[in-house]
Antibody, heavy 119, light 111 residues
Framework: QGQLVQSGAEVQKPGASVRVSCKAS????????IHWVRQAPGQGLEWMGW????????SYAQKFQGRVTMTRDTSINTAYMELSRLRSDDTAVYYC????????????WGQGTLVTVSS | IVITQTPLSAPVTLGQPASISCRSS???????????LSWLQQRPGQPPRLLIY???NRFSGVPDRFSGSGAGTEFTLKISRVEAEDVGVYYC?????????FGQGTKLEIK
């Protein structure tokens, strides 16, 4: 069925960077895209972009272009999302999710990583 | 693509039906003829969970009281008989066109 386990909560200062990891297990890591979605406190869901773990190819939402970098390490079945030049409004829970390409559904989701940006 | 979800709050009596609607600003039919509209449930303190994909396909393990319907720009999630475990926020999501987008969410609560 598959499982995604994310790294722990982070507190960062404005202007800093944060890297969140997403470790896959129970399925063939390179066979499915990984997407990243964030959720500000008490707010809805916002799509950030995807990475193809097989090729390393990426696509980012325009809002995050220039600030987000998605990478992967196939030797340890882990995807990463790095967000730079952090602002207070980047405070959110960041989720990774596996996408089944054919039907474009998202499952499973990681448990989420809270990133707090505060001076 | 902007998705407008209604209602934003849905108080429901246990055992009664519930219905949530999503309207997209443009058709969600892709060039391959398929419509990529999903429904997600997010229980308090939990990550989202997939309920329905491609408008009306129930995901593995999802109770059959959940059903999805619609076409083009109008979509509906129905719960035939609400149970206590259904409390949470429901989102529709389109994966037809980048950037993928979500509805604002509908908070389902028990009266």
């Amino acid at each position: 069925q598959g499982q995604l386990v994310q790294s722990g909560a982070e507190v960062q200062k404005p202007g800093a960077s944060v890297r969140v990891s997403c470790k896959a297990s129970g399925y063939t890591f390179i066979g499915y895209y990984i997407h990243w979605v964030r959720q500000a406190p008490g707010q809805g869901l916002e799509w950030m972009g995807w990475i193809n773990p097989n090729s390393g190819g990426t696509s980012y939402a325009q809002k995050f272009q220039g600030r987000v970098t998605m990478t992967r390490d196939t030797s340890i079945n882990t995807a990463y999302m790095e967000l730079s030049r952090l602002r207070s409004d980047d405070t959110a829970v960041y989720y990774c999710a596996r996408m089944y390409y054919y039907d474009r559904w998202f499952d499973p989701w990681g448990q989420g990583t809270l990133v707090t940006v505060s001076s | 693509i902007v998705i407008t979800q209604t209602p934003l709050s849905a108080p429901v009596t246990l055992g009664q039906p519930a219905s949530i609607s999503c309207r997209s600003s443009q058709s969600l039919v892709d060039s391959d003829g398929r419509t990529y509209l999903s429904w997600l449930q997010q229980r308090p303190g939990q990550p989202p969970r997939l309920l329905i994909y491609r408008v009306s396909n129930r995901f593995s393990g999802v109770p059959d009281r959940f059903s999805g319907s619609g076409a083009g720009t109008e979509f509906t999630l129905k719960i035939s008989r609400v149970e206590a475990e259904d409390v949470g926020v429901y989102y529709c999501m389109q994966t037809t066109q980048f950037p993928y987008t979500f509805g604002q969410g509908t908070k389902l609560e028990i009266k």
